[in-house]
């Protein structure tokens, strides 16, 4: 599969700081998706890119899918403690048995209060 | 409105003992269905996806065996559980037939093998 490359891998903030992490490939995608999990849960969905260019916000989040469609960035602005997780991208690829998503490491965050 | 069970939520399981990890779907028919593993917190690892009942590919050479013997059920197997096989288990769906759907995961399994 694929390999995405996410950075950085950890990040420590202060409460209210903004925050910035992005994935890049070696090659084209045509969604990237940005996953939020919460200590012993399941990652959930905060963000789908559909399109080269696109700008897309979910309350404090914002996501960006690159023009070249090889990598995408998540931004966090005014962190609060909440905001705490790991953070994953994804993309989708097809392959002859079906489609499966590929996610980066992930980016670990903690926010001091 | 679809939802996502896995149970058990945590087990501790003694090397060498047999495993067997539950997931079922609701709200939706002819799931793509997922099976990841996480270790130490950190990457997903894909283990087994099925697009449709008793069919599975395998990522990953592994003592685990995967089965789907309901369009909505997906179950993760293992005759003899080695010590490496202790992660957090998650199991995920995504529309079937169609490609770059969301894919929605379970709240996962906490396996202990010690």
């Given amino acids: 599969g694929q390999q995405l490359n996410q950075s950085p891998q950890s990040m420590f903030i202060q409460e209210g700081e903004d925050v910035s992490m992005n994935c890049t490939s070696s090659s084209i995608f045509n969604t990237w998706l940005w996953y939020k999990q919460d200590p012993g849960e399941g990652p959930v969905l905060l963000i789908a890119l559909y399109k080269a260019g696109e700008l897309t916000s979910n309350g404090r989040l914002t996501a960006q899918f690159g023009i070249t469609r090889k990598d995408s960035f998540l931004n966090i602005s005014a962190s609060i403690p909440s905001d705490v997780g790991i953070y994953f991208c994804a993309v989708w690829e097809e392959e002859t048995s079906g489609s499966r998503l590929t996610f980066g490491e992930g980016t670990q965050l903690t926010v001091n209060p | ?109 906490r396996l202990l093998v010690l």
């Fill in chain 2, 1 to 109: 409105s679809q939802t996502i069970h896995q149970w058990p939520a945590t087990l501790v399981q003694p090397v060498g003992s047999p495993l067997s990890l539950e997931c079922t779907v609701e709200g939706t028919s002819n799931p793509n269905l997922y099976w990841y593993r996480q270790a130490a917190g950190r990457g997903l690892q894909l283990l087994f996806y099925s697009v449709g009942i008793g069919q599975i590919s395998s990522e990953v050479p592994q003592n685990l065996s995967a089965s789907r013997p309901q369009d909505r059920q997906f179950i993760l197997s293992s005759k003899k559980l080695l010590l490496s096989d202790s992660g957090f288990y998650l199991c995920a769906w995504s529309a079937g037939r169609v490609t770059e759907e969301t894919q929605y995961f379970g709240p996962g399994t």
